[in-house]
């Protein structure tokens, strides 16, 4: 077994240790690019992750890490050309088909939001993220069955999450199911979703009703 690293310090000296042994192996750039980004080191992360991708060209991963350095930046249209990428990269690829419905979503373009998160769905059933984004797009598009049955799905995958519980809520408000509404947003409470006063105060007006 290789040797674990006591912290994230010791595990980068080990990916460049690594590097300096064999300097084309495209999973030890993409490990120390993961570490550097979880130090907020993103210019170096950014040169490390492109390394990887010139070492391991289908490695669809250094392209979903740099649209998430995009992301970061505030720069969607990158974020959305390299999650592109690793589609390409890599058919199949469940979370950049994720990360381009989320970011149609962002950018008010719900149809192709859904389209994109259907396929993250088709090629990853477990995929929890991306059906409770595909239940926010659903419901914004006023398909609300579809969108209470995705984040259903959501909390079978994972029942301590507590955003598909949530938009579970806001779902039954919409059906005027409100003792349904209440007992999810209720959950969704208790695992410390911080539920707006708006949202709480709308549903005690109607249930007084």
């Known amino acids: 077994m290789a040797p674990q690293a006591k912290d994230v310090d010791e595990y980068i000296e080990m990916q460049r240790n690594a590097i300096s042994q064999n300097p084309d192996c495209g999973n030890s750039h993409y490990n120390l690019a993961v570490a550097l980004m979880g130090l907020k080191k993103l210019d170096e992360a950014e040169q490390e992750l492109h390394t990887a991708i010139d070492c391991s060209p289908s490695l669809a991963e250094a392209y979903v890490q ?32 994720a990360n381009i419905g989320f970011l149609f979503f ?57 955003v598909p519980y949530y938009n579970m809520g806001l779902g039954y408000m919409e059906k005027g199911d409100y003792d349904s509404a209440e007992e999810n947003i209720e959950k969704a409470k208790s695992m410390g979703y911080e539920v707006p006063e708006k949202i709480l105060s709308e549903l005690a007006e109607k249930k007084q009703v």
Do not use: W
């Open 66 to 97: 740099l649209g998430a350095i995009c992301m970061q930046k505030g720069d969607m249209e990158g974020a959305m050309h390299y999650n592109k990428m690793s589609v390409k990269t890599r058919a199949g690829f469940a979370p950049g088909y």
């Open 106 to 162: 962002q950018e008010g373009d719900v149809d192709e939001a859904i389209k994109y998160l259907q396929k993250a769905i088709v090629y990853n059933s477990k995929f929890v993220q991306a059906y409770t984004t595909l239940g926010n797009a659903y419901l914004f598009k006023g398909l609300v069955d579809e969108s209470i049955e995705a984040n259903k799905k959501a909390v079978e995958i994972q029942p301590e999450f507590p």
